[in-house]
C-alpha cells in the first residue's frame, strides 16, 4: 500500500507518447508490437539528440503513454506539430508481413522528452 501510494504522488516531467492509428483495426498483439517498435525507436532517436532526455525518463520510471488518432492525417498532423517544436519523433511503417500492407505507417514515437513540451502538441488525444 505504502509503495502504490508514493508511485502515484511521483511528478513525471519525462515521457514517451506513442500515438497510434486506430482506423486501421490492427489485432491488440500487431498493436502492441507497433508500439513496441516506437518506444524503442524513439528512445534511440531521443538518445542521439538528447541523452539527458533519456537518462532522467530512465531514472523516473519510464512513462510511457498510449493515445489514438483515428487517420493517417491525424497522426501526420501531431508529427509536424511535434517535429515543428523540435521534438525527437519516431515513425514506424509496417513490413506488411500480417495484418496490414507494407510501408503503411501504423504509429508514432514522441520523445522520451519534457513532459510540459510533449503536452503542447497530445495533449488533446485521448488514452487508447
Known sequence: MILLTK???????????IVIRRDLRMGIGKTCSQAAHAAVLGVENTRFLHSNWVRTWLEEGQAKIILKVNSLQELVEIKNNAENIMLPVATVQDMGLTQIQPGTTTCIGIGPAPSKIIDRVTNNLKLL
Open 7 to 17: 508511485l502515484r504522488s511521483v511528478k513525471v516531467n519525462y515521457k514517451l507518447v
